[in-house]
T-cell receptor, first 113, second 113 residues
């Protein structure tokens, strides 16, 4: 299974940028990098995904290393509502599941006022 | 937000009874998934479907069966509920291709006593 490595926890101050790292050294050429977050008692929420190039959307930016073995999720201005567990996931195209998401333990982000 | 509805949202049942959880989507997506989430394990895939009447097993399928008779509905059945199946169950949907986003429902909390 494609695996990712993330720090267990990180802290940030409100209104400051947050950089959440992820290592995925076993990534293959067709694997997409997905980021999800999960707030307490809610389902995982899609944040962003990419293949090779950096990506931006209204929630965050995704910076992908040139060799694709690591990536960084960037929250430009953390708010208290961004406190959640963030999952970095490789979506692998194999079998009939069209790339089931394999969740690790993620990074628990705490945001201080 | 993706149109995914899970029912029931909360259920308490007795050991040995059958239980069915329903996932309903309004997005006409081909792929549907059932995950369970337990403390210390993250989300784990139970079963998935890649079309009407087309289903396959995930990593923790023992004790569960699924059915998909219509594109919009994916049912998860616990044939004889056990206490080890006390968990939070999440349904997810996705279009075809690993570059597509997987969207999750709000979850169904099941307690087996």
């Amino acid at each position: 299974d494609a695996k990712t490595t993330q720090p267990n926890s990180m802290e940030s101050n409100e209104e400051e940028p947050v950089h959440l790292p992820c290592n995925h050294s076993t990534i293959s050429g067709t694997d997409y990098i997905h980021w999800y977050r999960q707030l307490p008692s809610q389902g995982p929420e899609y944040v962003i995904h990419g293949l090779t190039s950096n990506v931006n959307n209204r929630m965050a930016s995704l910076a992908i290393a040139e060799d694709r073995k690591s990536s960084t999720l960037i929250l430009h201005r953390a708010t208290l509502r961004d406190a959640a567990v963030y999952y970095c996931i490789l979506r692998v195209n194999y079998g009939g599941s069209q790339g089931n998401l394999i969740f690790g333990k993620g990074t628990k982000l705490s945001v201080k006022p | 937000d993706a149109g995914i509805t899970q029912s029931p949202r909360h259920k308490v049942t007795e050991t040995g009874t059958p239980v069915t959880l329903r996932c309903h989507q309004t997005e006409n997506h081909r792929y549907m998934y059932w995950y369970r989430q337990d403390p210390g394990h993250g989300l784990r895939l139970i079963h998935y479907s890649y079309g009407v009447k087309d289903t396959d097993k995930g990593e923790v399928s023992d004790g569960y069966s699924v059915s998909r008779s219509k594109t919009e509905d994916f049912l998860l059945t616990l044939e004889s509920a056990t206490s080890s199946q006390t968990s939070v169950y999440f349904c997810a949907i996705s279009g075809t291709g690993t570059g597509n986003t997987i969207y999750f429902g709000e979850g169904s909390w099941l307690t087996v006593v």
